[in-house]
């Protein structure tokens, strides 16, 4: 029998690589189901080569009208393809807050979810893991560090004895620049990633460590950990993802060449490890492998993040938003790289967030304000230029 997948977001970096790893094993799967928000070009070339039963354009620009045997437009076309009878795997690679809503979907419809959008867990995480563990949905977890701490933590061990968790970074292309340089990154620097294959969002949250904040906000969740067992350490190499320490003196790493075809394989056809897509890893070639603590002064989002996902409620809905209109104003030229998390800051201190258990609407409107308030903060800082 083959696997038989939905992809949602199949257009942008990890929704590609998905069918990379596809056509590497094309006896094992059946793509069901193909969705993008924008890119129809993409989307269409897609379809016409896997002949999926269902495509869903969430953002239509035109009809695609006969790309497949059911074509559907508009975002609610992603919620039939979280929740598709059809399919064995539901891969939601869909970037920002427009995974949410589909990722829940999924798992209340007790889907086996590959997820790779950050978002459901960091913003609606104490929502999606309840909603998964009632419904008897899974979640595999394609984000590279999530995956190392999920094969990690999979190994026979009491969780009494697990001592902290270390999750890495890159540290991002300005790692090691000076401070006062960082007032002048370009958007073209800060999308020249050092060792990864990204999208550009995800690229800058990288520059930032933002990335690497959300990440602990998300191993919180995905892995019910406390804030203070989750470390981050920086091997600019990217070859160890994952660490795990245990209280008998032993630190159990997960290496692996920095390629998301690694953890994407492995969220699909868990627990197999065939070859075919990533070469070994040849530790003899690699020479030095190297860990730096984060310079705090340097990287402001971490203790940020930390702070937020304490927090809880909506407040990681506020970081999350609130960062993602920040760095598309970043790479519009309107706000400085060192403007980016100061600028978040701001927008998680003005807010209040609403009592009570959290719902999807309140992570909806949090969402909405946390957009709207720092476009706000944009506009008075170019005011006062
Ligand atoms: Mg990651």
Redesign the pocket.
Known sequence: MRLRLSILGSTGSIGRQTLEVVDAHPDRFEVVALCARSNSDLLARQAARYRPRLVVLADPTERPEEWAPKVLTGPDGLLTAATLDEADIVVIALAGQAGVRPTLAAAAAGKCIALANKESVVCAGELLMRVASENGATIRPI????SALWQLLELPHRREELDHVIITASGGPFRTAPLERLETVTPAEALAHPTWRMGPKVTVDSATLM?KGL?IIEAHWLFDLPFHLIDVLIPPQSIVHALVSFRDGCTIAHAAYPDMRVPIQYALLYPERPSGVVRPLDFAALGTLEFFPPDPLRFPALELARQVGLAGSTYPTVLSASDEVAVQAFLEGRIRFTEIVPLVQHVVELHRPLCGPLTLDAILEADQWARQVTEREIARRADRR
């Open positions: 984000d590279s560090e999530h990335n990440e």
